[in-house]
């Protein structure tokens, strides 16, 4: 296992506020997830206007990722194969598979939407991620019944130390009904410039995780 | 036909969740895909939906598909040519 990976930074998405790097960035006022969405999309003067076409879980995911890595310029320190991405929730597409399933139930009114029906899968938050910033590294969306800091520590860890990626976007994105968390953590290797800031161990992805709850 | 037009494009940034655009800022001859508006072919098939669930409208053939779906006017003149707007 490799102990010299660092947690670079770190966003949480909860109960309409964002925490970006043990700060907080901002306290909304929308309560459903998809206002709340829009609501920070336009805070932050995003223009992507594929977010308008997203799922709520690939709008979570894709908000979080936005805020940590615009400053990041991860392209010009890695090439895009060495980014991986590496997600984990519990509810899979949920929203969108009960959406599509309202679409198809009626024999008289079957007309299933093919945009709904893009979104599921849980995995295609890693792709709208991985469009929008270039990473072509090792990706897998895995499902867990819930937050497992050991499981991404396992995993993430054993990617970084063969080499496989030598950075990675990893966390918990969790879309149920009204219920969002939203916890990602971007993974670096130790190098003399930030050696001493958070390392990438187990404790750290809890302790950040449990951040505001 | 115009009326015609502009309930399509009420339509179409509704089933396309085009919340930034509005009616007017859609040019009705500009074409629909990669240039225009820049749909993408998930788009396309909604706008084949769309023509079936508004309308009763069904695509016979690909061909068919790419010229009724050039922009927003061809879609009106095939809804209007089969009667249906």
Known sequence: MDNRSIISSYCIIRNKQ??????????????????????????????????????????????????????????ERYRGEDIGLILYNAAASMESDKAHQKSISSRDSYFPSPSVFVYTLANIVIGEICIRNKFFGESTFFIEKKFNPSLIHQYVGDLMARDTVQCCLTGWLEMDGDHYDGVLYLIEKSTPDNHGIVIFEPEKLSQIYLQGT | MEQLIAKLKNEIIEVLNLTEMTPESIDENAPLFVEGLGLDSIDALELIVLLEKKYGLKLSTADEGKTVLKSVRSMAEFIRANNKG
């Open chain 1, 18 to 75: 964002v925490n970006l790097n043990g700060s907080l960035f901002y306290s909304g006022h929308e309560e459903q997830p998809a206002g709340f969405f829009l609501e920070l999309y336009k805070h932050c003067s995003m223009n992507y206007p594929k977010f308008h076409k997203m799922d709520t879980l690939c709008r979570l995911g894709f908000l979080a990722s936005e805020l940590m890595l615009s400053r990041k310029k991860l392209n």
